[in-house]
């Protein structure tokens, strides 16, 4: 593979895993609480769960998402030998 083809190809997948993760996060802040008065009907350890998912779920889930991304991100960049030495 060409230099100018490895790089187009490292674009191309960097940028699907990064609307990838914009779905997701988009996914966490938007739709997940239009549904939050129909989420508050179940209650965890008291607290609604409309409530929980907008205070704490989210939060959760972002983190763990930029977590998967460094890792899948750091994969991709092996792949096409562009990562930096650890």
Do not use: C
Request: net charge negative; hydrophobic share 50%.
């Amino acid at each position: 593979m060409s230099p100018e083809e490895n790089i187009k190809a490292h674009w191309a997948e960097t940028t699907r895993l990064t609307y990838i993760m914009i779905g997701i996060w988009a996914f966490f802040s938007f739709f997940i609480h239009m549904f939050s008065p129909a989420l508050n009907g179940i209650k965890i350890m008291g607290f609604p769960l409309g409530f929980y998912m907008a205070a704490q779920g989210s939060l959760i889930i972002f983190v763990a998402q930029l977590f998967w991304f460094a890792k899948a991100q750091d994969k991709v960049d092996r792949k096409y030998g562009m990562a930096e030495e650890d």
